[in-house]
């Protein structure tokens, strides 16, 4: 089965700043990559996803992620940040061997400063 | 665009309380499940479904049951609620294409 490790649980920056969300997950075998954001008391939101194809995933919101097969990571990105950025991000990986079922990461609360 | 509905945004119930927690898609997906998250311990599935009366446990299902009468509907059952199970609920269903799961706005559980 999978696991997913996001490095950082809290991640602070000042609005307008670059940000990067790492992500990693433990198998190499053919997978299915998540990024959700869950804004305060609310459900996530689907923030990009990759199935196949281009290594580079543009989502919602400015947000881009890069699958990296070989590092078994898929971390997200953003060039300048907003306040209203403020949020958790999930990044989740379909669980493999024939199961649909997702695998979440801890999460990475994100905190944008004026 | 896909819709997931919960019946309480707050819910506060009282210790032994049998709690039931609805959940809706109006998508015609096969596969629902239910999560509760914690601070620091990220979304843990309870259980999920592949098709009306099937059921799979998931990682985390002591204390829990649930029922799926009809393909839109999925219920999260609390036989008798202790407070150790306060927390959000989330429920989601699936495509069976992509994976994607989609979410509702969750249910903040207190149990007093």
């Given amino acids: 089965a999978q696991s997913v490790t996001q490095l950082d649980s809290q991640v602070p920056v000042f609005e307008e700043a670059p940000v990067e969300l790492r992500c990693n997950y433990s198998s190499s075998v053919s997978v299915y990559l998540f990024w959700y954001v869950q804004y305060p008391n609310q ?3 689907l923030l990009l996803k990759y ?3 281009s290594t580079l995933v543009k989502g919602i919101n400015g947000f881009e992620a890069e699958f990296n097969k070989s590092q078994t990571s898929f971390h997200l990105r953003k060039p300048s940040v907003h306040i209203s950025d403020t949020a958790e991000y999930f990044c989740a990986v379909s669980d493999g061997g024939g199961s649909e079922k997702l695998v979440f990461g801890k999460g990475t609360k994100l905190t944008v400063n004026p | 665009d896909v819709k997931v509905t919960q019946s309480s945004r707050y819910l506060v119930k009282r210790t032994g309380e049998k709690v039931f927690l609805e959940c809706v898609q109006d998508m015609d997906h096969e596969n629902m499940f239910w999560y509760r998250q914690d601070p620091g311990l990220g979304l843990r599935l309870i259980y999920f479904s592949y098709d009306v009366k099937m059921k799979e446990k998931g990682d985390i299902p002591e204390g829990y ?3 799926r009468e009809k393909k839109e509907r999925f219920s999260l059952i609390l036989e008798s609620a202790s407070t150790n199970q306060t927390s959000m609920y989330l429920c989601a269903s699936q495509t ?3 994976y994607e799961q989609y979410f509702g ?4 559980l207190t149990v007093t």
């Avoid at chain 2, 706005?105 to 903040?108: E, F, K, L």
């Fill in chain 1, 43 to 45: 459900g996530l939101q």
């Fill in chain 1, 51 to 53: 199935l196949s194809g």
């Fill in chain 2, 65 to 67: 049951s649930v029922s």
């Fill in chain 2, 96 to 98: 069976g294409i992509s």
């Fill in chain 2, 105 to 108: 706005p969750g249910t903040r």
